[in-house]
């Protein structure tokens, strides 16, 4: 029988390992959350974020990426990924030269779909991008092409995911987002914690 530990790192790993090519060896790099810090807010009350350790489905507990010489590979783990009208989940990607965000989004049960863009910047075609939700193992996975972010020796990483439930049916006056951000306690409206760098295997 094997330790429950090594038991434990390979359900963690295993997102990360099905988007690598099978040639590929690569130093995965794993980063851990505070479970339950997730946050809450309403437009309405201009983003004055309140505790919501209820929320499971935008709490990430940790993120595993790997960097291999054609692509980045980022696996975001969550406390219970379940299915909301609206979720999102943002990578933001530091390299020497530029930051990059990749960004998914699943609304209700339907495909999901992935972007890139400069920050501050358009969104532009890049092909071989692609994002997986699964929701047996509380996931989002999602492949970078290395070329499609300049190909640099070594990335930071920032993880931020945000949900949106249905709205209170007992007070229509607003809608509650909630996020987390995957490298720090909470969230920020201003920035995207940072994740220890990652070099290309």
């Known amino acids: 029988m094997f330790p429950r530990r090594l038991i434990g790192l390979a359900a963690l790993l295993a997102p990360v390992a099905l988007l690598l090519p099978a040639a590929a060896h690569a130093e995965t790099v794993v980063t ?25 489905s935008a709490d990430v507990i940790r993120t595993a990426a790997a960097f291999v010489p054609r692509r980045l590979s980022v696996a975001v783990h969550l406390r219970d990924l379940q299915v909301r009208p609206r ?25 999901a779909t992935v972007s890139v863009a ?25 492949s970078v092409p290395a070329r499609c972010i300049g190909s640099p020796r070594w990335v930071r990483l920032g993880v931020e995911v945000t949900a949106t439930p249905e709205a209170d049916p007992e007070a229509q006056t607003a809608i509650v987002h909630f996020a987390d951000d995957g490298h720090r306690g909470g969230v920020s409206e201003n920035s995207v914690g ?5 070099h290309r295997g």
């Open 87 to 111: 979720h999102d989940t943002l990578v933001r990607i530091w390299t020497p030269r530029d930051i990059f965000d990749v960004t998914a989004e699943r609304l209700s049960a339907q495909r």
């Open 194 to 198: 940072k994740g220890p760098r990652i």
């Open 32 to 56: 851990v959350d505070p479970v339950g810090d997730a946050r809450a807010w309403t437009y309405f009350q201009e983003f004055q974020y309140v505790p919501a350790p209820q929320e499971a």
């Open 118 to 142: 400069r920050q501050r910047g358009d969104a532009f075609g890049c092909r071989g991008l692609s994002v997986a939700y699964d929701g047996a193992a509380d996931t989002v996975a999602l």
